[in-house]
């Protein structure tokens, strides 16, 4: 068990140790910041420190709404949002090479310290009674690591102060394990408080994927053989548009109505189902490895091909499978066609669609409920290229109002 020492000393060695961070916090654990910066040797170790403190600076922070302000999930969206900040900024900075050359790692061409995302969410004490628990949510991530520190502290037993103590000694000691510090600082618990860790540790496959090193990882295992072979290096080339479905999607979770789409899809065109998951997201941080993990396991429970990927556009998709037909619902088809996903741009859209086209990609479209109205493929307005791309399910072989948001709703994410 590592021997607890007091705030300024786990400071002072964390202003020493091996990484550089950006802090965000939503309120709570905000002093957390003024005790690094406190100390001298801050300008080495903290980047940036962000306080998203309204819903509205959280939601334009994570550019997605979260489901929950206050949960772990949320907490880790911030880390790795924090996480991407910090690699930004560290090809940014003039004056990076100043650390100490015992704190350089290296990157590429340029020596940098490691990128640190640490990030806290936290329910506490305030002038007015809640109703919901005192919660405490701290994640960190980092290019091997995701981790989650969540206290459920006791209500009405500690003054606000107090509850910001503890909650930036959690954040603290966060930052001890991103950097490798083994001692911790001593938290002052009562009852039956309890910290709640999860730790996901990421394969080098992992970890070249949402560090752009390559763009795609091979399914893990699957129950119909083997797939054809992948070759994107010559998208447009027609000896690499190899016939295949892909089915892409968040699949979170993964449900009954996709594995329905998936079956009359296979069964349409003949051929085995292969399904995608990109780990980038055109309106979100990317996804941590806990979120990674636990998507993957519901494939490989069902020995289902799932690739990873780093291609959150259907233009970056079709370059990694020339020749797919491309398995979606009619709200995601909606979603390809409007210009607000390249920029507001239409002569990118335009682009975009003519690329898919030229590598030999279709659609397979199934209906779905869109602004609380059940939609085909021809009652979407889709530019005419894009509508040509299409093949459509009827609603005679496919209704299932089933989602994944709705599933979601009906876990307790703490």
Not at 75 to 81: F, G, N, P, T
Not at 136 to 149: L, N, R, S
Request: proline share 7%.
């Amino acid at each position: 068990m590592p021997n607890p020492l007091s705030t300024e000393e786990l400071i002072r060695r964390i202003h020493a140790g091996p990484g550089q961070l950006v802090l965000v916090v939503t309120g709570g654990g905000s002093g957390a910041i003024s005790d690094l910066l406190i100390q001298p040797g801050g300008s080495r170790t903290v980047l940036e420190a962000i306080v998203p403190y309204s819903a509205a600076s959280l939601v334009e922070f994570l550019h997605a709404r979260p489901e929950h302000f206050c949960s772990a999930r949320t907490a880790r969206m911030m880390a790795m949002a924090a996480f991407q900040r910090a690699r930004h900024l560290q090809l940014r900075t003039e004056n990076v090479p100043t650390l100490p050359a015992d704190r350089l790692i290296s990157a590429g061409a340029n020596p940098i310290g490691l990128p640190v995302g640490i990030s806290c969410t936290a329910s506490l004490a305030s002038d007015r009674p809640k109703r919901g628990p005192h919660r405490i949510h701290v994640a960190m991530q980092t290019a091997a690591v995701t981790a989650t520190y969540s206290l459920e502290l006791t209500k009405g037993c500690r003054a606000r102060w107090d509850e910001e103590k503890i909650t930036v000694q959690i954040v603290l000691n966060g930052i001890a394990e991103a950097f490798g510090i083994p001692e911790r600082l001593s938290l002052q618990l009562v009852n039956e408080e309890k910290i709640e860790s999860t730790h996901a540790s990421a394969s080098q496959e992992w970890q070249d994927l949402l560090l752009g090193k390559t763009r795609i990882v091979q399914p893990y295992s699957t129950a119909t053989g083997p797939l054809p072979p992948l070759n994107h290096q010559n998208a447009t080339a027609e000896s690499n548009k190899a016939p295949r479905i892909i089915f892409s999607g968040a699949f979170n979770p993964l449900h009954s109505g996709h594995l329905r789409m998936a079956e009359i899809a296979a069964t349409r065109l003949g051929l085995p189902v292969e399904f995608e998951l990109s780990i980038e997201n055109v309106d979100k941080p990317p996804l941590d490895y806990t979120e990674i993990a636990q998507r993957v396991a519901q494939f490989t429970e069902k020995q289902l091909p799932l690739w990873l990927t780093c291609a959150p556009t259907f233009e970056e998709k079709s370059q990694l499978f020339p020749g797919a037909t491309f398995v979606v619902g009619a709200d995601t088809m909606l979603r390809i066609g409007q210009p607000c996903y390249y920029g507001n741009d239409l002569s990118a859209t335009e682009l975009a669609i003519a690329r898919i086209a030229q590598r030999g990609c279709r659609f397979l479209v199934f209906g779905r409920l869109v602004d609380q109205a059940f939609q085909s493929c021809r009652d979407l307005e889709l530019p005419e290229p894009l509508r040509k791309l299409c093949d459509e399910v009827s609603i005679s072989e496919f209704r299932e109002d089933v989602s994944s948001t709705q599933l979601r709703t009906k876990t307790n994410d703490k």
